[in-house]
């Protein structure tokens, strides 16, 4: 069994800054891609962000150049830097990890979710 759970949203200003995280915790022997999607109001989820477990990065193009994704090996964390906060970036964030747990199998992982609200 795996658990992830995120922290770091909350209410921001446009043009303002958060960070969220992400912790893996449990049966975990490695872990490979981890990423962040999200759930805007009346949307459907959308991906935003990847990061490999040799650390390259791929952003989707409405967010590339204002988030960063990164990730710490040591503490199964992935975190995002989100940077220059539009109205339209207001979701709920989603944490999602491809992890390979003790007995070998392969299986995707998502967190509960943390709201990001940014206001005009």
């Known amino acids: 069994q795996v658990q992830l759970v995120e922290s770091g949203g909350g209410l921001v200003q446009a043009g303002g800054s958060l960070r969220l995280s992400c912790t893996a915790s449990?049966?975990?022997?490695?872990?490979?891609?981890m990423g962040w999607y999200r759930q805007g109001p009346g949307k459907q989820r959308e991906w935003v962000a990847t990061?490999?477990?040799?650390?390259?990065?791929n952003y989707a193009d409405s967010v590339k150049g204002r988030f960063t994704i990164s990730r710490d090996n040591t503490k199964n964390t992935v975190y995002l830097q989100m940077n220059s906060l539009k109205p339209e970036d207001t979701a709920v964030y989603y944490c999602?990890?491809?992890?390979?747990?003790?007995?070998?199998?392969?299986?995707?992982?998502w967190g509960q979710g943390t709201q990001v609200t940014v206001s005009s």
């Open positions: 999602n990890a491809e992890v390979v747990v003790t007995s070998r199998a392969l299986s995707d992982y």
């Open positions: 990061i490999a477990s040799g650390s390259n990065t």
């Open positions: 449990g049966s975990i022997f490695s872990i490979n891609a």
